[in-house]
């Protein structure tokens, strides 16, 4: 099983890190293209883009003129909103890395798809932008490039699962792109029977460290999860969309 989680507006890039070997971004040549290219972009377009602030629209601005030269982090490590916060990969113990970089990806505008330990440069590119290079919307630049990888992962990992833990926003990148024999399982979940963004952001992210902490290979296993107070609720789960409830 691969649990796919998406990334964050959000990001750090001062806490110290544990001891790490970071991987390059299997698609680190496509994420140039597209910072290159949004380089060349006005302060202007990237705040009607965004929807951002002035001010933010230039810390972006920046980033895309000076990315080749910019810092970079293992992505686990870099994004710092509120999945991440449930995730909460700085208190991972050591020997769970290797599992995590096997069978967790998140989605990422620029970047396609990242392993935990992929190290990226910081920017901001959400995956619902309307622009992409000669295309209307990123996700037709994408194509089919982000699938065909994440289906290649999950043949490699064996499971033919994905777990999917990510926003529509950036499933929609994958969404009906996969093969037919990849098996999908999205999560729900809820405060009663309410769903609360802020909660079901923080819930994905404690579902993907449960699965890594656990060490769990095995889909049907996931329905044990129980961080926070949250439950199985199999009368409004079926085979492919499961809801968890507190």
């Known amino acids: 099983m691969i649990a796919v989680i998406s990334p964050a507006k959000t990001l750090d890039y001062e806490t110290p890190l544990p001891p790490l070997s970071p991987t390059r971004p299997r698609l680190a040549d496509e994420a140039a293209a597209l910072a290159r290219s949004a380089a060349r972009l006005p ?13 933010l629209a230039k810390l972006n601005a920046d980033r895309f003129r000076d990315f080749d030269a910019a810092p970079e982090r293992p992505a686990m490590f870099a994004f710092a909103g509120d999945v991440y916060t449930g995730l909460d990969a700085g208190s991972l113990d050591e020997a769970a890395l290797p599992f995590a970089q096997d069978h967790l990806r998140m989605l990422s ?4 798809l990242l392993r935990p330990l992929d190290a990226m440069r910081p920017y901001r590119l959400e995956m619902g932008t309307h622009w992409a290079p000669r295309r209307d919307k990123l996700t037709d630049w994408w194509g089919d490039r982000i699938a065909a990888l994440l289906a290649a992962d999950v ?4 499971s033919g699962t994905v777990l999917n833990l990510a926003s529509q926003e950036y499933w929609a990148a994958v969404d009906g792109r996969l093969p037919a024999g990849v098996r999908t399982v999205a999560i729900d979940f809820r405060d009663g029977d309410r769903f609360v963004s802020f909660h079901a952001k923080k819930a994905r992210g404690m579902m993907a460290r449960w699965m890594v902490e656990y060490r769990i290979e095995t889909v049907d296993d996931m329905r044990g999860f129980d961080s926070d107070g949250y439950r199985f609720v199999a009368g409004d789960s079926d085979y492919d969309r499961w809801r968890f409830a507190r």
Not at 109 to 112: N, R
């Open 43 to 55: 302060q202007k377009r990237l705040r009607e883009l965004m929807k951002i602030s002035p001010a």
């Open 109 to 112: 505008g620029l970047y396609g």
């Open 155 to 158: 043949e490699a990992e064996g």
